[in-house]
């Protein structure tokens, strides 16, 4: 089978697996947000269409200053993270780049088409000493979803004042095993990222953030295309993003149901790696024959094959609502009894 660099797509996957592509498809291999978002959003589709949107995206760039703890002036709006990560890679291009492992495989995409050099790492503490590079993480980690504290993150940026830290917290809104403090430090060799798309469950419309020190997010805003933020889009995330409710109901899900499907999942005799994220790590001997299984029951997750350090000996899993995960546990269930799992 030949399988995608991403989750999202499924029908892609179908096609690759030589299935059919079914009604109803319960998509567990993207890692976006499963708690309601609050109703009654009605888009200007005229400007939106019609309009040329704001490229500074003045209005939400304040209304994420709210929600991010941080100034107005260190806050970047992007056509999601993504569009981000590249515009950072042509900017660190001229240094050595380390990226730990593992992790999201844009960051090296990106660089490798900058004609970077890049390096991984599996510590954070190679990264001491390494003068002039720039270091890729995620945090918590896609796809372990292990947390490291951001107090260590600081601490090693400020003992590496020429080493540039890109970290990106796409999921830290997700973190439900601890309370984070609100407001990011502003640190002049550090880029923190942030994706609208997964907490906001924006995909489709494509918005991200990062919140850098004034001068870089000047340097990496002269890189980035006049209005490559939608209309559409800046309305739709200013609209979510006023939710004041969500991410406290997004913790208190997450930090009930990430349990009871993980322990469903070890009961039926799978190893479940520990996360603080929506989503997790199943150690499989044969994800192949687990994905395609699944497939077959409307059911997609996740393979690590382009993982650093996995390479296909897990797949990974985002819960969902609490019925599409009880669908996801009786087909684990019942794959365990048919193939065994250990």
Not at 72 to 79: D, G, H, M, R, T
Request: hydrophobic residues 40%; contains cysteine; glycine residues 8%.
């Amino acid at each position: 089978m030949e399988f995608r660099a991403h989750g999202a797509n499924p029908e892609k996957l179908y096609a690759a697996a030589g299935l059919p592509t079914p009604a109803k498809i319960y998509d567990f291999s993207t890692n976006t947000n499963a708690v309601p978002q609050r109703g009654g959003f009605v888009p200007d589709l005229r400007a939106a269409l019609e309009d040329y949107p704001d490229g500074d995206c003045l209005v939400l760039r304040e209304a994420l200053a709210r929600e991010f703890g941080a100034p107005a002036k260190n806050i970047l709006v992007s056509s999601g993270s993504n569009e981000a990560i590249y515009i950072i890679a042509s900017y660190a291009a001229a240094r050595e780049n380390l990226i730990l492992q593992p992790v999201y495989g844009e960051y090296k995409k990106a660089l490798d088409g900058y004609g970077a050099r890049t390096r991984n790492i599996f510590s954070l503490a190679e990264a001491e000493g390494a003068r002039g590079a720039a270091v890729w993480l995620c945090n918590p980690c896609n796809p372990t979803g292990a947390l490291i504290p951001g107090a260590e993150l600081d601490a090693a940026a400020e003992r590496n004042p020429e080493t540039l830290f890109i970290i990106d917290e796409a999921y830290l809104d997700f973190v439900w095993t601890e309370e984070l403090p609100r407001a990011p430090k502003i640190l002049p060799n550090v880029v923190r990222l942030r994706s609208l798309t997964k907490i906001y469950d924006l995909c489709g419309a494509r918005a991200g953030a990062l919140v850098a020190h004034e001068d870089i997010v000047k340097k990496i805003n002269a890189r980035r295309p006049e209005w490559s933020v939608s209309g559409l889009a800046q309305q739709a995330a200013l609209w979510r993003a006023g939710d004041e409710t969500l991410k406290s109901r997004t913790r208190d899900y997450y930090a009930r149901e990430i349990p009871r499907l993980t322990a469903a999942l070890r009961d039926a005799g799978y190893s479940v790696r520990p996360t603080c994220a929506n989503f997790f790590l199943v150690e499989t001997p044969d994800d192949e024959g687990f994905i395609r299984f699944m497939l077959e029951r409307g059911i997609v997750v996740r393979h690590t094959r382009n993982f650093a350090g996995l390479d296909g000996k897990f797949v990974r899993i985002a819960a969902r609502t609490k019925d599409e995960d009880d669908l996801l546990i009786e087909a684990a269930r019942e794959y365990a009894n048919a193939r065994g799992v250990k």
